[in-house]
């Protein structure tokens, strides 16, 4: 059964028909011990197919050691969003595609809350823009360590 | 705030679907924002303030240099 309600579906889409580059959902899973994964698959099966500017691809983290790694993955579910860079030339054809990796991560099933702040992200960083004003934008330049923030919701 | 910043990166948790990590934040109740593991903001808050709470909590002074 579809998660999506029709209306939300055709707002989604109408929403999502802003995006610029595309953007990657890399979703960490694992088949064990993850009651969650299951619902998340699902929930991002449903908004990709709202969009072909949004890609997914899955990795299992008992499979996918490098992967985890690389994106510094601590638990799962986990999501984390990447936009696809353009390639810088046209001249090869077979230049891999770059990401940009801003650091955004989501641990759990995104849905209520979680789910619009979801599809806020893939926006924010299809387009590059945070959307902070310039004042912050300028306070968080001041910045020479590394931040970690973790934002707890729940979907309702 | 971490696309503006290759130091900062961000995580959404669900809560309730890591009761250890809500536990160890002690998360009573949602929003809450915990940075580098140690400082607390909680609730929803305008912008500006936020940033400067987080900010000052880890010991970065949100004035803005003149010069």
């Known amino acids: 059964m579809a998660l999506l309600r029709d209306a939300d579906r055709e707002n989604l889409r109408q929403e999502l028909s802003k995006l610029q580059n595309p953007v990657k959902l890399l979703f960490f899973s694992q088949a064990l011990n993850c009651d969650y994964c299951p619902l998340t698959k699902q929930v991002l099966e449903e908004l990709v197919s709202l969009s072909d500017k949004i890609q997914l691809q899955e990795y299992n983290c008992a499979i996918d050691r490098d992967a985890v790694a690389q994106y510094k993955i601590a638990r799962v579910p986990a999501i984390a969003l990447v936009r696809v860079e353009p390639p810088k030339l046209l001249v090869t054809g077979n230049e891999p595609s770059r990401e940009r990796d801003y650091g955004i991560r989501y641990y759990g099933v995104p849905a209520g809350f979680e789910f619009a702040a979801l599809v806020g992200d893939i926006m924010d960083v299809s387009l590059g823009e945070s959307g902070l004003s310039d004042q912050s934008k300028a306070a968080l330049r001041q910045l020479k360590e590394p931040l970690h923030l973790q934002v707890f919701a729940t979907p309702t | ?67």
């Not at chain 2, 961000?10 to 809500?22: Q, R, T």
């Not at chain 2, 940075?35 to 607390?40: G, I, L, M, Q, T």
Request: aromatic share 6%.
């Open chain 2, 1 to 67: 705030m971490a696309m503006e910043s290759e130091l900062i990166t961000a995580d959404m948790v669900e809560a309730s679907e890591y009761p250890e990590l809500s536990e160890l934040y002690q998360v009573y109740g949602v929003p809450l924002t915990v940075a580098n593991e140690k400082v607390r903001v909680e609730g929803g808050m305008p912008e500006q303030v936020f940033i400067s709470q987080i900010l000052q909590g880890i010991g970065v002074s949100p004035m803005v240099s003149e010069n």
